[in-house]
């Protein structure tokens, strides 16, 4: 795929108001890194543009790739679609060879079309909305993450086969992640016949009392709580049922599963269940970035950190690979082969999910988020 008329108008443009940079020469390769990196849900998007910070200092300091530095651009979005396209349009400005990002799906898939006309490719650490990869909209987009189908199911069975739930309540914030996560995880619930969905409501992000919605699932008789979205409205919406003493189970998807739930919900996050990308802290390659995060920002890195250093990785050995980034080259080179990464040895399938990754179930026990086996 070529670049765009578009993008060539822009560039040719920018040019006659070219100045003098600062850090890189002219001929760097750059990588624009896009998602929240302010506002709510800033949590999931700076561990993906530090982690591909990281990995860009590493390269460099051995000589790049091609014999060319590594840039990377950061972009703001705070996982809104009004201001991803705002994001997007500016990183295909400054001629961006590839992006990490987007971090949320709503905000990716408001990008996509942009990215796709200007002949880039984005891989993402954590956009899981099915469609993504599976409608083939958007050829130009690759995740180092398991889709929402994958993650619904495991919810659905979970809730059902372990926890026992007979009359489940489904709540979403409507957008395109919190509401695939639930409609997939009431399609598993009702094929698999050994529970009942007797509440499935879209509630508004940002609200600041749930209290309507959470005295439905009581009046309901619910008997486990599944919720699609992120973790300011799960916090509320667990904070509230504590307060009405409701002591069923409560079970979110990756959205939730972070510091940034632990921080807000406090004591109310105990007990509270979460699906995430699997644990992978036993790999070398995990290991390695872990420590070498540690070493440099004294913290433990925080969530999607392993999918945003394993997206980096990926792309670099496609530039590699392919000798060059161009489109082609780039596509082929991400799907032909395993790449040793920080979420373990993976490539990417004709529709651009990552072979390889995959979701487990966690539990907040004694304020930090355990795996269950």
Do not use: W
């Not at 995880?185 to 609200?207: D, H, M, N, R, Y």
């Amino acid at each position: 795929m070529r670049k765009s008329v578009i993008k060539k108008l822009v560039l040719v443009a920018l040019l006659s108001m070219v100045v003098p940079a600062t850090g890189f020469a002219a001929d760097t390769i750059k990588i624009g890194v896009a998602g929240p990196h302010t506002g709510d849900l800033a949590p999931y998007g700076i561990p993906t543009m530090e982690a591909a910070k990281m990995v860009a200092e590493q390269v460099n300091a051995k000589g790049g790739v091609l014999g060319k530095q590594i840039e990377v651009i950061p972009m703001d979005d705070q996982c809104k679609p009004e201001i991803a396209t705002n994001a997007a349009t500016k990183l295909v400005s400054l001629d961006v060879d590839v992006v990490i990002g987007h971090v949320c799906s709503g905000a990716t898939k408001a990008a996509l079309g942009i990215y796709k006309e200007a002949g880039i490719i984005a891989v993402s650490p954590s956009a899981t909305n099915p469609p993504l990869t599976q409608s083939g909209d958007y050829p130009n987009f690759y995740r180092t993450i398991a889709p929402d189908d994958d993650q619904g199911k495991l919810a659905a069975e979970f809730v059902t086969d372990k926890l026992g739930a007979k009359r489940i309540a489904i709540l979403h914030d409507k957008g395109d992640y919190g509401k695939g996560f639930a409609d997939f995880s009431k399609q598993f619930i009702e094929a698999g016949g050994k529970a009942e969905v007797v509440l499935f409501e879209g509630i508004t992000p940002g609200a600041m009392d749930y209290s309507a919605v959470v005295q439905k699932v009581r009046r309901e008789k619910a008997d486990a709580v599944i919720f699609g979205g992120y973790h300011p409205e799960a916090s509320k919406l667990v904070s509230q049922m504590k307060k009405k003493r409701m002591k069923i189970p409560f079970l979110g998807p990756d959205g939730v599963k972070g510091d940034g739930f632990l921080e807000i919900a406090g004591k109310n996050a105990e007990g509270v269940y979460a699906t995430g990308p699997m644990d992978v802290s036993n790999l070398a390659v995990n290991q390695k970035a872990k420590a070498d995060y540690v070493s440099k920002y004294g913290k433990e890195p925080g969530t999607f950190f392993d999918q945003g250093y394993a997206a980096m990785q990926t792309v670099l050995n496609a530039i590699k690979v392919s000798g060059g980034t161009e489109y082609a080259g780039l596509e082929k080179a991400l799907k032909s082969s395993f790449v040793d990464t920080a979420v373990g040895k993976i490539k990417f399938d004709a529709k651009g999910d990552a072979e390889g990754v995959g979701f487990s179930v966690f539990q907040v026990q004694n304020g930090k988020f355990v795996e269950l086996k």
